[in-house]
């Protein structure tokens, strides 16, 4: 599975983003995908993620009430709608895709991330 993340960009806090994974392969739909991101000089940490079958979604609390992480299989892509952006929310964000939906960096494939930069 390749994996290219878009979508990202400049934004005023308090705004929103859609950040689109777009996936290759024909394994996609078995996956589940999460949404990662890393700010400059800090960790990478788990932002969203979602089951195969979209049924079971998992966020991280800061962002938990501002982001949604949906996806169409249909179209082979994951997407992750950002809302009431806040400046704590730059950083470059990355998807990635494992068999189980898991909040720790254990998944197998990883796409290019894609720079967010929320303004104050």
């Known amino acids: 599975v390749q994996l290219q993340a878009s979508g990202g960009g400049l934004v005023q806090a308090g705004g929103s983003l859609r950040l689109s994974c777009a996936a290759s392969?024909?394994?996609?739909?078995?996956?589940?995908l999460g949404w990662f991101r890393q700010a400059p000089g800090k960790d990478r940490e788990f932002v969203a993620g979602i089951t195969w079958n979209g049924e079971t979604t998992l966020y991280a609390d800061s962002v938990k009430g501002r982001f949604t992480v949906s996806r169409d299989n249909a179209k082979n892509t994951v997407f992750l709608q950002m809302s009431s952006l806040q400046p704590m929310d730059t950083a470059v964000y990355y998807c990635?895709?494992?068999?189980?939906?898991?909040?720790?960096?254990?998944?197998?494939?990883w796409g290019r991330g894609t720079q967010v930069t929320v303004s104050s």
């Open positions: 990635a895709a494992a068999w189980v939906l898991v909040r720790t960096d254990q998944y197998d494939y």
């Open positions: 392969g024909r394994s996609f739909s078995r996956y589940a």
